[in-house]
């Protein structure tokens, strides 16, 4: 095993991702996710890596894909405000398959919100934020250690399926301190993009593998030359307006997730064998959920709990095999419904399902879900 | 017809452009090709980033490491990649909409940074892609969509703009003196740290249209009838320069460059 630190999560989270290879971050301060450009402007200087500080979000998230285009693994981090001016990049990182990682630390919302007090309330704004289709992969991590390794596993994510990739922590998970446990960097699995292997001439960028769906992807100056655009483009990387063309381009744009969903998806169950009632929670969420659960098992009620790891992909089939043998489905979140609904989506009508909302700025107290789970049991 | 010297740089592969025939931006698209000739940069190792309007498509047309991208934003995506690659020759084209307006941000702070890279504004004083509209550098009184009754906005001086938040090289020209265009290129790119070269397009569809330069050649007209030198405009009163366009280099100072900054930090942790 490796060695032990006590860190904070937003620490845990630039280091995992040092470890995961990233040697670039472009950023704009702010709150709850500074800690992480700070790591990252500390650290990075020290391994040849480069970190900048950028006029805004949008600028932030644009030399981060600038960066990734000439090589290197590239983060930005932020928080709700700066997600939503993230979200026109970010379009652009998923048209042009870009690998990034996007950190969003939720906060409360709308707006400026709540800035030091923990939130889930930018879940569909992972998945929708920004226009047009795409696919989503996106992380939530329940303590300090998974915000280590999810970045690993971010960013290998972002490189083998060539997209930006998020993580959506929270002020909570971001600013609490833990023990965690750092594997040995033998241990860590690292994926890089594939890169191209034929001559220059022969280069086509965007000529996907039909293994894979997932094209090649060269480096600015590794001696390809190649055009990158925002533009719906054909194989060659440039703007198209014929119909096959564009429909090929989304369509795969599409399946390169829909075809590696099961490899992608990520869940955690606890004491699920017998339930009967079954508590859905991610994020710092689940930790009280988890608390809960214990709690009401040791008086004898049939519970357990279902941790969605990545929120998109929505665990949703493997939430569907549990809902056929439990009655009652109990969803806290820190926002007025938002996952609830791709849990009713997920178990269609098998269980009945019951949303917990809490948006004043206060976490959920495990007496609170144990309250309402003692409930149902009645 | 481009000079036979430029052909290995063009990606004839994305022709035919969708430029209007007679469209300015041509002419700074052959300037910057006979400028790279000149400087015999690789192709490879030649990076042209644009945001998003008409001068955004030059980069598609050029065969080197092109990229597209947000529109305004694309000194960002430029900054990322010289970080990474300082070795690059980084050049970002945009439209005065896109470096002024909704880029003004990102491009007054580039000229803050020096980072070396070579802004070139093709300026034409309109939004001629969306049809016309007026942008921050539309004269006063100039008609335009959103400008049916003559533009009320006062106009935006790009170079002082860049010379004001510290850009270290800053030259103005026009497409009636490709010439001089093609001077300022290679200077902008031969001199280390952030530099902006505004050369004075025109668009007849869109803002000659409504504002009596229908055709090409009556902007070519117009350009060299407005221009005044640098050293001749020194001499002119405000009212003898109203509606003139001034053209020269007004900056060519030596600073330190961002990257070379930052690279004798990283040097310096790594070495303790």
Known sequence: MGKVAFWQGNEALAMGALAAGCRFFGGYPITPSTEIAEKMAEELPKLDGRFIQMEDEISAIAATIGASIAGSKALTATSGPGFSLKQENLGLAYEAEIPIVVVDVMRGGPSTGLPTKAGQQDVMQARWGTHGDHGTIAYAPSSVEECYTMAIEAFNAAEKYRQPVLIMSDAEIGHMREKIEIPDPEDIRISNRKKPTVEMDKFVPYKADPEDDIPPMASFGDGYRWHVTG????????????????????????????????????????????????????????????????DARARGMKVGHFRPITLWPFPDKELEKLARKVKTIIVPELNCGQMVLEVERAVHGKSRVIPMELVNGDLFHPKDILEKISQEVR | MPSKEVYSWLRTRFFPHMWCPGCGHGIIMHSLFRALVDLK?????????????????????????TLHTTHGRSLGFATGIKMVKPEMTVIDVMGDGDCSAIGGNHFIHACRRNIDITAIVMNNNIYGMTGGQASPTTPGGALATTAPYGAVDPTFDLCRLAEGAGATFVARSTIANPKQAEKYIVDGIKHKGFSVVEIISSCHTQFGRKNNRRTPISNIEFLKSATVTKEKAKDMSPEELYGKIVVGEFVNKTAAEYTEQYLAMTKKVREG
């Open chain 1, 231 to 294: 533009l719906t483009h054909n194989d060659w990387g440039f703007p198209t307006n014929n119909a096959d063309e564009i429909e090929k381009k989304m369509t795969r744009l599409m399946r390169k997730i829909d075809r590696f969903r099961d490899d992608i998806v990520r869940y955690d169950t606890e004491s699920v064998e017998d339930a009967d009632i079954l508590v859905v929670s991610y994020g710092s969420v689940a930790r009280s959920s988890s608390r809960a659960v214990k």
């Open chain 2, 41 to 65: 940069k690789d192709q490879s190792n030649t990076v042209i980033a644009s945001g998003i309007g008409c001068s955004s498509r030059m980069p598609g047309y050029i065969d080197a490491c």
